[in-house]
């Protein structure tokens, strides 16, 4: 009589099954587009590589579920965490940087306004100037307007603006408030600045009035001087029919 087969206790079957699980391709897939993710840091555009490791990841554990013949969960989680990670360290410091542009370029544009408001347009004026080559504010600027037949002239020039001319005139009767940052675009050597801020005011009917300002700011590069403020005033419009968006 022949000895009986040897036989596995349930356990046993299952490691042996275990031994056996095909791995899921995508897990695969995932984990490796989630180690090249370190490129989004460098280059914001290659944000696309976490993005599509992450969805990878995801697809790839849906797939595995329960099933105990497919592999590759381990693998699918290092490739969400490797992608999840470098997808937020360049989202981050994106967030900041648009925050720190704010910062500095919203305080110029009051500062443009308040200026004009405050009948002081040889002061507004000056800052369309690039930061590092203003004149200071003293006794002394009116020589410079004086002296310089070219700033004279732009400065004539920058009174007659309609805009200018109405906050002139209304000035402190003027409600001036700041309304939103429409837009900020930065890049290498240049950063834009699109602030909007609303004018209530009084016509001569008695009728109370508000309109939008849009004051476009730009930044090239970090002055000489680390101290100033970067940014200076490019133009300002009330009319956004033709304006290209920043």
Sequence with gaps: MSDPSPTLDSSEADDEALEYRSLEPLAIVSVLLGLASPVAIFQPLLAVVPILGLLTAVVAL??????RARGGRAVAIAGVVLSTFFLAVPMARYASAQL???GQAVPVATEFLERLQ???PEEAMLLQ???DYRPPVDDGLWSYYRNDEQARTQLEAFVKQPFVRMLLA????AEVK???VNGIAAGNQLALADVHYTVTFTDQDGQRKTLVVGVLLERRGKPMNAELNPWRIR???????DRPPV
């Design 235 to 241: 133009e300002f419009t009330t009319d956004f029919a």
């Design 178 to 180: 700041f309304f939103k």
């Design 129 to 131: 100037m690039a930061p």
């Design 170 to 173: 209304l000035g402190p009767d």
């Design 100 to 102: 720190m542009l704010r």
């Design 62 to 67: 849906a797939k595995i579920g329960g099933d």
């Design 118 to 120: 405050q009948q002081r």
